[in-house]
Each structure stands twice: as C-alpha cells, then as structure tokens.
Nanobody
Framework: QVQLVESGGGLVQPGESLRLSCVAS????????MSWYRQAPGEERDFVAS????????NYARSVNGRFTISIDNAKNTLYLQMNNLKPEDKAVYYC??????????WGQGTQVTVSS
C-alpha cells in the first residue's frame, strides 16, 4: 500500500531555510514521478518541484528556481525539498505527490510552512 508522510515544516523568518521530507512506502522511484506542491489559504494548489527517473531529472516552478532543491534518497525511500532564502510568499501547506507511470497518483497529508518576520 502506498503511503506518503511529509514532515519538516515550521515557522521561519524571511531568508532562513527549511528542509521538508516525504517518506514514501510502496513506491519505486525509478518508475514514479515525485513532486512537491503547495497551497496557500484561498488559493489553488500550485506546482513547486518535481523529480523524475529517481532524481536523474528535475523541474522547478519559476518562483522557486534557484532557491529550492528537490532530491531523493533511495536508501531511505525519502523525497526532500531543501528550501533556502525563504520568502513570505512561500507560506503554504506543502504536499508530497507521487505519480506512478501510467498508474495511480498519491498525495501526502501536507506540512505547514510559515515565513514571517
């Protein structure tokens, strides 16, 4: 059974960093696209970053490119999102997403990131 569990969110000041984690079970990273999405209150759930082919390829939303890094630790079955130079606009609930190739899509429960002075 597939399960995604996010952690690592919290309250930080602008310019600080956080690393989010998503522990995945029941998935094969080599055949699963892993992504981070975020959703602020009253707004749509937006794409943040994705990792394909077990981390061989990555894509980022323009708003986070150069500040965020998505990565995978195969040994720990964990997806990460390193978030540097956080801005107030980054405040949102961050969700881990897994899309199996020509199969089902899964979501984690989300972890809250708050960026405030």
């Amino acid at each position: 059974q597939v399960q995604l569990v996010e952690s690592g969110g919290g309250l930080v000041q602008p310019g600080e960093s956080l690393r989010l984690s998503c522990v995945a079970s029941g998935l094969t990273f080599s055949t699963t696209a892993m992504s981070w999405y975020r959703q602020a209150p009253g707004e749509e759930r937006d794409f943040v970053a994705s990792s394909f082919n077990a981390g061989a390829s990555t894509n980022y939303a323009r708003s986070v490119n150069g500040r965020f890094t998505i990565s995978i630790d195969n040994a720990k079955n964990t997806l990460y999102l390193q978030m540097n130079n956080l801005k107030p606009e980054d405040k949102a609930v961050y969700y881990c997403n897994a899309q199996e190739y020509r199969n089902r899509e899964y979501w984690g429960q989300g972890t809250q990131v708050t960026v405030s002075s």
